[in-house]
């Protein structure tokens, strides 16, 4: 005969279950979330453009008959797409080495938020709420 578990037992292990489920989650949507940041800056490198340009030619080269005004629009969007990513992304760097000049540039400076360009948007935007929650520090791993 088998023996019942007390529905508290039952509870509590489904409890635990779902801890480990979430912390699952979280680790596969930390994973994701870099490699978008990975793919993000990688589009923003010129061999991005060689790449587009590689893939117009092949297709121009090995199916003729379909490379109409369908491919030349879906090679313009990927070309767009590219130059604006390369654009904020030059921008954003801009942007960083004028702060860092900046921070280095004044005495009374805090310097706890110098690796915050290392953490995801979701936990920059938490901090800058004021939210009590913090990105991890990337120093310690």
């Not at 942007?95 to 900046?102: F, R």
């Amino acid at each position: 005969m088998r023996q019942c578990r007390p529905v508290k037992q039952i509870r509590l292990d489904r409890h635990r279950g779902w801890g480990r489920f979430l912390q699952r989650r979280k680790k596969h949507m930390d994973t994701f979330r870099q490699l978008l940041t990975r793919l993000g800056v990688l589009a923003a490198h010129p061999v991005a453009f060689l790449l587009v340009a590689a893939y117009g030619v092949l297709w121009l080269a090995l199916d003729r008959e379909s490379f109409g005004w369908h491919a030349f629009a879906v090679l313009a969007t990927w070309g767009m797409t590219l130059f604006i990513q390369r654009a904020e992304h030059r921008d954003t760097q801009a942007i960083h080495a004028k702060l860092d000049e900046l921070i280095q540039a004044q005495v009374k400076a805090r310097n706890h938020l110098i690796h915050i360009d290392d953490e995801e948007p979701e936990d920059i935007e938490r901090l800058r709420s004021g939210s009590p929650s913090t990105p991890t520090d990337r120093s310690s791993r």
